[in-house]
């Protein structure tokens, strides 16, 4: 059986998570505090030098990190991979999107106001990040005004790698209300067969990020952009 | 034919370039001034919303982009990208961690030092980025002192994208020095049939690049990590 090294409040672990359940596919998952140092171990960069989660681990040892190229080899030959070579390119653009356009300023700032502490002067970085996090919120309601997925005709792995942290969106500070077309898009994928949610983060980061929401600091920037 | 809208001194550009030289198929190259606004008029955010290049166009109009999404378009069906699904993964692992955790913290620099002016507030960047820069090739060297390429058996995709800005990564004040494997590795790159160098920046690009590397606040973070 394949394992899953990850850290359930992440997004990027999630989308193999969701992946593996909708596929009912079986699977150990390793849980590592990838906050707290959990991925700095020796044992753990010696698997994965990178020193990030999620990571696959085959039975004979072999491994394969970054979430989406995981994505990429569960699904391969299912239903949430496209055979045209022209659809999975764009189901890869998407994603190659989602970890340099949209990762960066929609997870960070999550990770911000969830897992720092409430002084912590990342938190200045915030206004700058959800500007681009809305930058990248508009390109994808523009797509979606046309198309019902970013998986060529069908729901698939770009839409399980973009719906990831769009669907937590609100815990880095974001109002998602100027985007009908993402919200309905999101209420998709929260209905196909097998979907699963996020585990809630820890309650230490639950406070955090009720806390986060409350300060006007980091708050008065969730709206337009 | 196949159309590229391209800035020619960037390297994401550059792979699409490279590996269509490489391919010896035929394509037009279409010059896009992307430090200057040209991704942001009406016309090619008509294309490509997210405003960047490269961005490929087939005859019949539509459009592709992303560069390693495009890569992989290119090269499958060629020796560029291994048929076999785990080596295939593997591949595409390497292009996530060149767009993550490798292009923000080694082109960036770059463009910093070529491409803004000596007194831009962006440079007080520099010290961090490369930091992160050097990470990378920490891990690139790990694989590489074990392994020659990072496209599976042989040479393929996954070494263009990666080669793009390491090929160049002195431009943004790294020394690769301490990377002997790396530096290896480079030179295969270079060795490989049809290799095509990325042309030149313009003549004030190139004296900001040569300024940058004279100027002690930019260039004394160059050496270690």
Chains 1, 2 share one sequence.
Not at 13 to 37: F, M, T
Not at 67 to 95: C, E, K, V
Not at 156 to 162: H, K, R
Request: one cysteine or more; aromatic letters at 10%.
């Amino acid at each position: 059986m394949i394992a899953v090294h990850g850290m359930s409040s992440s997004g990027n672990c999630h989308k193999v998570r969701l992946l593996l359940e909708q596929l009912e596919r079986p699977y150990r998952w390793i849980e590592v505090d990838s906050a707290n140092g959990g991925t700095r171990t020796p044992a753990y960069l010696a698997k994965n030098p990178n020193g990030k989660v999620p990571m696959l681990e085959r039975e004979d040892g072999q491994v394969l990190v970054e979430s989406n190229a995981i994505l990429y080899w569960l699904a391969d030959g299912t239903p949430f991979l496209p055979q045209d070579p022209w659809q999975r390119a764009q189901a890869l653009s998407w994603m190659c999107f989602e970890q340099y356009s949209h990762e960066p300023y929609v997870a960070v700032p999550r990770f911000i106001c969830g897992w720092t502490p409430l002084d912590s002067p990342r938190r200045a970085d915030l206004p700058r990040l959800r500007e681009r996090g809305h930058a990248a919120f508009t390109v994808m309601e523009r797509h979606l005004s046309a198309k019902p997925w970013f998986t060529g005709e069908r729901y698939g792995i770009a839409d399980i790698a973009l719906f990831a942290y769009t669907g937590v969106a609100g815990d880095g500070g974001f109002d998602l209300a100027p985007y009908p077309a993402l919200r309905a898009w999101l209420a998709r994928v929260r209905a196909t067969p097998g979907f699963a949610e996020m585990p809630a983060p820890a309650p230490g980061n639950l406070a955090l990020l009720a806390a986060s929401a409350a300060h006007p600091g980091s708050a008065s920037q969730a709206r337009g952009h």
